[in-house]
């Protein structure tokens, strides 16, 4: 006989109880309602921790969908449920055992549900199918970070939040996609988050999304140029997503700004918000592939844009800031005409050493042997 009814709660629901009903087939026994609604299908652990005893769950059609037992140690049983109410029975092993006190622990199984975050990119889909904040449709993964840096979140789906939490369970980042791709920039340290991905429709359950995340990387440009490279990656809906990078100008001047990806796209925005540069590439046989863009570049900060194009296949990029030709030249170059004028007089010096060298030798000389020189 059913006697009380549980609920899922979350990714861990617990309950207890004492086997105290003696049933028809001579055991001490409880029996409790399980109850799965809508948007909570997926694959459970069941571990009934109570000494000689067993489990054993029923579908709403009788049928057995889960069996197990403890001896002294509870053993984690794996079943996959779906929206039903289930009748969950624990019996004493022997008609001879009396009653003892149980505890029933359910875990969501937590199987690829751990994100750990790359030094490069990440990439993160699932499905929505659990009643969150306002019953709206969300996900929760863990995400393990195991280098301090900065990272982009980027949420390709549409009509879909996110929010990370930290170990103190404060929010620190939180990003919404209603029809744009949204990229959120957050520091992290080494540990442990919490993100959430919510659907922002209420009763889209089961619906997909995709997000990546990629670490913001920080290059240098110095009188000589520097180089910001990366990786673009799909993601499960085959949608290539902006990342955003720094480049620090530590030395002003006019730069060849030359991009590798094809078909890609980029621009380099300054601490105002203002777009000073951008381009987008053709593909590599195109004659205009890779046509610098010339830009001066004062000292600071800029955020840098990068908008791969959709792609199958994970594509290296790189973007590649370098003094101008002209510059370059003027620099680190003497004209045809400054390389004569540098030769003559080095030619010049050189005759007037010689000479002064033999002057003083004959002056030797005639030092010597009474000779006037």
């Known amino acids: 006989m059913t006697t009380s009814a549980v609920a899922l709660s979350g990714f861990q629901t617990y309950f207890n109880g004492r086997t105290s009903t003696l049933n028809s087939n001579g055991y001490m026994s409880d029996t409790r309602a399980l109850t799965v609604e809508h948007g909570q299908s997926g694959t459970y652990s069941f571990a009934v921790s109570g000494n000689l005893t067993r489990f054993e769950l029923r579908d709403s059609a009788n049928n057995s969908v889960a069996t197990g037992k403890t001896d002294f140690s509870p053993v984690p049983v794996r079943v996959n449920l779906s929206r039903d109410t289930y009748s969950l029975l624990i019996e004493m092993q022997g008609k001879d055992l009396p009653s003892t006190d149980y505890a029933v622990t359910i875990e969501r199984h937590v199987q690829d549900r751990t994100i750990n975050l790359t030094a490069d990119s990440t990439?993160?889909?699932g499905v929505a199918n659990v009643s969150g904040s306002g019953g709206l449709p969300q996900d929760t993964r863990q995400l393990l970070v195991y280098d301090e840096g900065e990272y982009n979140f980027n949420l390709t789906s549409s009509l879909t939040s996110f929010s990370l939490i930290n170990s103190r369970n404060?929010?620190?980042a939180y990003g919404v996609n209603q029809t744009n791709p949204e990229s959120v920039s957050v520091k992290l340290a080494p540990g442990s988050y919490q993100l959430n991905i919510t659907q922002t429709t209420p009763g889209a359950f089961g619906r997909a999304y995709a997000m990546e995340i990629?670490?913001?990387t920080t290059t240098a440009v110095t009188t000589g140029g520097g180089i910001l490279q990366g990786t673009s990656s799909p993601n499960a809906l085959d949608l290539a997503t902006a990342q955003k990078h720094t480049v620090e100008v530590v030395a002003a001047g006019k730069f060849d700004i030359t991009f590798s990806l094809p078909y890609g796209k980029f621009s380099l925005v300054d601490s105002s918000g203002k777009t000073?540069?951008?381009g987008s590439n053709t593909g590599a046989?195109?004659?205009d592939y890779m046509k610098p863009v010339t830009v001066d570049l004062a000292v600071g900060k800029y955020e840098a844009i990068i908008s791969?194009?959709?792609t199958q296949t994970p594509v290296g990029w790189s973007l590649t800031v370098?003094?101008?030709?002209s510059t370059a030249q003027n620099d680190n170059q003497?004209?045809?005409?400054?390389?004569?004028?540098?030769?003559?007089q080095r030619e010049a010096r050189l005759a007037l050493e010689v000479k002064n060298e033999l002057r003083e030798g004959l002056k030797k000389l005639g030092a010597r042997y009474n000779l006037k020189v």
């Open 170 to 172: 404060e929010m620190i």
């Open 285 to 287: 046989e195109d004659p």
């Open 322 to 325: 370098m003094p101008t030709t």
């Open 214 to 216: 990629n670490h913001r």
């Open 123 to 125: 990439q993160v889909h």
């Open 308 to 310: 791969p194009p959709n």
């Open 334 to 344: 003497s004209s045809p005409s400054e390389i004569q004028q540098i030769l003559q």
């Open 276 to 278: 000073i540069a951008s």
